[in-house]
């Protein structure tokens, strides 16, 4: 398994194009402050994926204020490929997350309003080429108007040769009832090729069924590559017939914020090095390369995952 290629020049077509939100996360520090910092699940696994090598495009609409100036600039600073993305005259999401004991974060949203969910389907055009990844998920996959015409062009990008990729990563609260939020998950699992879900969002999503019923549905619906995150219980997930359980290292977690999107990053930066049609070698290689990925991460105040030559002493050939 080939982890990431060397990003290559600025007119290089991306490996991966991941499209959604760009969100400033206000973080509770230990006084009581909060102290921002740049956040929201697509721009995390973007910055997650160029810093592992691989040329990535975010299709973004940043707000042209003050947040989201910052917001881009991070996705710049990064190697983030931003030719495509969209200033925006609404303001920036603001998310407000608070940590338990443990280091989880749980958040609050500002979303009325704001810049990340009004899509316009010519804004969205340059997704529609068929080819690498296309990668989505979290409130850009829920909240209209831009969650429809993020689903189009999610079916038209897969016409035409594109792998595409969806994490739900759900927020409740704010994508309505779980009802409507599971025929949601399940109108998008039957056009991704890779749907990652956490363990948290698959019981809510469908209270009473076991993690392996949710992946062998999903496979019913035409998903290849089916993963749920178990925290610090690694991943399970189903290829075809097969069915993967993959531990998670153990680590002094500092907090648990971007750990999801890390593995994410992780998961496509394996498979953007192998072609589809993945082994059960290719398979396992990408959810160990993922969670490791996430493991550095969960060591780290904040969204902060790690460079590729970070992940060389684990990973030292490259496979």
Not at 255 to 271: K, N
Request: charge should be negative; glycine fraction near 12%.
């Amino acid at each position: 398994m080939q982890v990431g290629a060397d990003p290559g020049p600025s007119s290089a077509a991306p490996a991966v194009t991941v499209i959604g939100e760009a969100v400033v996360d206000l973080v509770q520090e230990p006084d009581g402050r909060y102290t921002a910092h740049p956040g929201g699940s697509p721009l995390n696994v973007a910055v997650g994926l160029a810093r592992l090598g691989v040329p990535t495009a975010l299709l973004a609409r940043f707000s042209t204020n003050r947040f989201g100036r910052r917001l881009r600039a991070h996705a710049e600073t990064n190697g983030v490929d931003l030719r495509h993305a969209v200033d925006a005259d609404e303001p920036a999401t603001l998310g407000i997350a608070t940590l338990t004991g443990t280091g989880v974060a749980t958040y609050d949203f500002y979303v009325d309003g704001t810049a990340d969910w009004q899509w316009r389907a010519e804004e969205l055009d340059p997704v529609v080429v068929g080819r690498g990844i296309v990668h989505t998920g979290s409130l850009a996959a829920f909240l209209r108007p831009g969650a429809d015409r993020l689903t189009d062009t999610l079916r038209a990008a897969r016409g035409r040769g594109a792998l595409v990729s969806v994490d739900p990563n759900i927020r409740p609260g704010l994508i309505g009832s779980p009802t409507s939020a599971r025929d949601r998950v399940d109108e998008l699992a039957r056009v991704a090729h890779v749907l990652k879900a956490s363990e948290e969002d698959v019981a809510w999503l469908y209270p009473g069924r076991t993690t392996d019923d949710v992946l062998r549905h999903w496979r019913d619906l035409g998903v290849t590559l089916a993963v749920v995150t178990l925290g610090a219980g690694g991943v399970a997930a189903a290829c075809g017939t097969r069915g993967f359980r993959q531990p998670a290292p153990v680590v002094a977690v500092a907090d648990t914020i971007g750990a999801g999107d890390a593995f994410t990053a992780g998961l496509l930066a394996a498979l953007s090095g192998v072609a589809p049609g993945w082994s059960e070698d290719d398979v396992r290689a990408a959810l160990r390369y993922g969670v490791e990925v996430a493991a550095v991460t969960c060591t780290r105040a904040g969204a902060d995952p790690p460079y590729r030559h970070e992940m060389a002493s684990r990973f030292p050939t490259g496979s």
